[in-house]
């Protein structure tokens, strides 16, 4: 019992010292990066934004995080649309999610969603992406429902 015991102890501490060692991995980590325009009344808004487009990059976003740039984002692509939740588990700074059906016109903001959370946000409709970038940034840009996305990622 002692042995199996200490054989468990030996692989958690493996799997633990593996984690640690491949956070700051995850973290740079990069996908491709495009600029995104979210044309609102106030005006043009600029961003450098990471592509997910595969299920793990996806299911990776911005997890682990503990900073992310003003400017940065990432644009999360689903072909063909689909209603998508996204939640805050491992994800270490607050997001506003911005759901977009196929014209890249905004239905739905989850905004300045809470750190390591798992409730769910997402519209009732089917959405072909979502740009998540800095919590509070929506609000403070007068970024809205019925605005609009442009990025050559959106083309795909």
């Known amino acids: 019992m002692v ?6 102890f030996a692989l958690g501490l493996i799997v633990g010292v593996l984690l640690v060692v491949a956070a700051p991995r995850l973290e740079a980590e990069t996908s491709e990066t495009v600029p995104v325009v979210v044309a609102t009344a106030t005006g043009e808004h ?3 934004a990471e592509v997910a487009a595969t299920p793990a990059e996806r299911n990776r976003g911005l997890m682990f ?3 992310m740039d003003q400017d940065a984002g990432m644009v999360f692509l689903f072909d ?7 939640w805050m588990k ?7 999610m911005l759901f977009l059906d196929r014209a890249g016109q905004i239905v739905f ?9 798992e409730t ?3 519209p009732a409709v089917p959405v072909s992406a979502v740009l998540e970038i800095n919590g509070g940034l929506s609000e403070r840009l007068g970024i809205d429902v019925g605005d609009t ?8």
């Open 3 to 8: 042995v199996a015991h200490g054989r468990r």
């Open 120 to 122: 769910s946000h997402g």
């Open 90 to 96: 491992n994800t270490l700074i607050p997001l506003d």
């Open 65 to 67: 995080r503990e900073h």
């Open 149 to 156: 996305v442009r990025s050559p990622a959106l083309r795909r």
């Open 80 to 86: 063909p649309p689909q209603r998508a939740a996204f």
């Open 46 to 48: 600029l961003f450098r």
């Open 109 to 117: 903001i989850a905004a300045n969603t809470e750190p390591l959370s």
